[in-house]
C-alpha cells in the first residue's frame, strides 16, 4: 500500500460522522488559505516573499506523496494567492488580521466538528496530517472526476 494511501485511511477513521465531514469541506481549505496567507504576509527576506519557499516544499512533500495531488494543490496555491490578491484589494483590513480572524473561527469549527465525532482531531496523533486534511478533500475530488490521485 502506498504512503498516501495509508494516511489518507488513517485519516478518515477520525472523520465518518456526516457533520464533520461537512464541517471539513469548510474548515479545511479555510484553515489552508489563512496559513497561505499568513506565511504571505510576513515581509519579504531578501527580497523574497517566504510563500514561495514555503510552498514549494509544502509542494515537494505531496510530490513525495502522489504527483498528481501536488499537481492538485499547486492549483489550490494559485487561487489560494489569486483570493490573497482579492482580499488585499478588498478588506479593509490587513491580510494577516483578516486571515487570523478566520483562522480563529475555522479551527473553532474544526474542534466542534471533532467534539460531534466524538475523536481527536489527527494531528494531536502526528502533526503531518495537518497536511494530510487538505489532501483528504483533494482525494475525493480526484475521485468524484474519476482521476488517480
Request: proline content about 7%; charged content about 10%; some cysteine.
Amino acid at each position: 500500500m502506498r504512503k498516501i494511501d495509508a494516511l489518507l485511511i488513517e485519516y478518515g477513521e477520525s472523520h465518518q460522522n456526516p457533520t464533520n465531514k461537512r464541517v471539513h469541506w469548510i474548515c479545511v481549505p479555510v484553515i489552508f488559505w489563512c496559513v497561505v496567507a499568513l506565511i504571505y504576509a510576513i515581509p519579504p527576506v531578501a527580497g523574497v516573499n517566504l510563500l514561495w519557499p514555503v510552498a514549494i516544499a509544502a509542494l515537494v512533500y505531496y510530490a513525495l506523496l502522489s504527483v498528481p495531488l501536488a499537481i492538485g494543490f499547486a492549483i489550490v496555491l494559485g487561487i489560494c494567492w489569486a483570493l490573497i490578491q482579492l482580499a488585499l484589494a478588498a478588506s479593509p483590513l490587513p491580510l494577516w488580521a483578516t486571515a487570523l480572524v478566520l483562522f480563529v473561527l475555522a479551527w473553532i469549527g474544526q474542534f466542534w466538528g471533532h467534539k460531534v465525532e466524538g475523536k481527536k482531531p489527527s494531528f494531536f496523533k502526528d502533526v503531518q496530517f495537518l497536511l494530510i486534511g487538505p489532501a483528504w478533500l483533494l482525494s475525493f475530488l480526484y475521485r468524484r472526476a474519476g482521476l488517480a490521485y
